[in-house]
């Protein structure tokens, strides 16, 4: 009796080449997309965004060609809850969040399996570059062949249960390999552009749309330099993340970056390029990959960005479930909201939201 898999469509290539390999393999498939909002709430085109209600037709049309069934989920009330709100909430209180993270941790790998589970497959399979390894009854999650597009750092959330239950059928292939095997299958989104923007922030404007979804208009503050120095006036610490250059003060005494965005006084602390280097870290709300959080301090890599360079550092565990990371080299632009994962050669130990650079 075949496998059943439920396939994530989002109406890219890379999901489209997910599902024609799948069923390739011999999974019994369906696809289904997971609506996370209206259009018009968002205010976003075609161009540029994945999710939108434009996709659902493109990856009909290739569910369609493979002959398989579709559906449509509804998910958009726990998107809005578990990845709008944070994000808003992140930027409130002067973080730099990671919503694709949350998405994939709280619907495309978490509710999105559970439905999978009520109706029966075996397993669901998404178009992410990564890849998962098994070893004597654990789980392992792994960076992708092609490291320009691996996407482990957004996936550290998944769990044992989880993993168990995924299929990341790009692991192995390039992204020019993906767009040729949708090219000689006619899938017609098989030059479709990447995703470049936050799906529900289409236009880049981040601070436009926390005021959208809140409702809010934020409150001007002070900039300040490193010893507390004012500077000038800010338009609302939403507008800003460490390492940003752009929309500061037109007249500065040098050149400078934002170091920190602090809520609790609402000042943007200005510094130096010096200035924004950090050696350590504190990281909360820890998933570990194995399942077991380590007991003992340890060595490894750790990337505090999607697309950064991973730097060794000495990783210790604090009595209160953090940890704390210690850069063999100071860092840039360590930033409060983002993630640290932390990797040993190609695999993947875990990671959590940076607190405090």
């Known amino acids: 009796m075949k496998k059943k ?28 997309t997971m609506k996370l909002y209206d259009n018009e709430d968002v205010g976003i085109s075609r161009v540029g965004t994945c999710c939108s ?11 369609v060609k493979l002959g398989i069934p579709y559906y449509v989920f509804n998910f958009t009330d726990e998107f809005h809850e578990k990845v709008i709100e944070r994000f808003v909430s992140a930027y409130e209180n002067g973080m730099t969040p990671n919503p694709c993270i949350d998405c994939n941790r709280f619907l495309k790998f978490h509710r999105l399996y559970l439905r999978a589970k009520e109706l029966g497959f075996d397993c669901i399979a998404t ?11 654990r789980f392992f999650l792994k960076k992708a062949a092609d490291d320009t597009k691996d996407q482990s750092y957004v996936l550290y959330s998944l769990t044992q249960d989880e993993l168990a239950h995924t299929v990341f059928p790009l692991g192995g292939l390039t992204k020019k390999k993906v767009r040729k095997i949708a090219d000689e299958n006619g899938f017609l989104n098989a030059e479709k552009p990447d995703s470049q923007d936050i799906c529900f922030v ?18 001007r503050g002070a900039f ?19 390492g940003q250059r752009k929309g500061l003060l ?23 390029e010096s200035e924004l280097y950090s050696d350590n870290v504190t990281v909360s709300e820890l998933n570990w990959i194995s399942g ?7 060595f490894c890599t750790v990337r505090t960005r999607y697309r950064q360079r991973e730097a060794s550092a000495a990783v210790t565990p604090l009595s209160n ?9 100071p860092q840039r632009a360590v930033t409060p909201g983002q993630a640290a994962v932390m990797y040993d050669g190609e695999y993947v130990i875990g990671g959590g939201t940076i607190v405090k650079g």
Do not use: W
Request: net charge negative.
């Open 5 to 32: 898999a439920l396939i994530a469509m989002s109406g890219g290539v890379d999901s489209s080449v997910a599902a024609f390999l799948m069923q390739k393999n011999g999974f019994d498939c369906v696809g289904v």
């Open 292 to 298: 077991e959080a380590p007991a003992k301090p340890f």
């Open 53 to 63: 209600l434009d996709d659902i037709e493109d990856a009909r049309s290739v569910a």
């Open 250 to 272: 037109p007249t500065l005494p040098e050149k400078m970056y934002v170091c920190r965005v602090c809520a609790e006084n609402n000042t943007v602390v200005l510094g130096t």
């Open 202 to 219: 289409p236009d880049g404007d981040y601070a436009a749309a926390i005021e959208r979804f809140s409702g809010k208009k934020y409150i």
């Open 321 to 329: 479930g953090d940890v704390r990371i210690c850069f063999d080299e």
């Open 127 to 137: 178009g992410h570059y990564a890849a998962v390894e098994e070893k004597d009854g």
């Open 224 to 242: 300040v330099d490193t010893s507390g120095n004012t500077l000038g006036e800010h338009r609302g610490i939403i507008h800003y993340t460490a």
